[in-house]
């Protein structure tokens, strides 16, 4: 046990036990430390989709849109993430449809402006 205790770098605010960064749980008091710890990090995943929806505006709207959709919905589905990446991931979802529905009113509108087929 003092090993983990030479080696810990987290501290429990609560209770002020000092933890492994790998804690799940403080040993003292029993707070989730899952939480705790994630609180700071932007989950990959929703910063990646986040740039796919922004960038899908200007280049590749439909394949960036599709891409930032599924990213965001991934990323709501996990159970343990922040405020943070919640908000990249909803903005991810709707950048994502409106790149999509932008690339298919340039479609329509270059199939009727010009009669391209």
Known sequence: MTKMYFLAKWKNEKCGEK?????????KCG?????????SKTNPLALTGFICSIVGLIVLPLILGIVSIVLGIIVKSQDN?????????????????????????WQGFLIGYFNIL
């Open 19 to 27: 933890l492994t960064p790998n804690a799940q749980f403080c040993s």
């Open 31 to 39: 707070h989730n430390m899952r939480t705790y710890n994630n609180d």
């Open 81 to 105: 993430i922040n405020a943070k990446s919640r908000k990249q991931s909803t903005v991810a979802i709707v950048l994502g449809v409106i790149d999509a529905l932008w690339y298919f009113f």
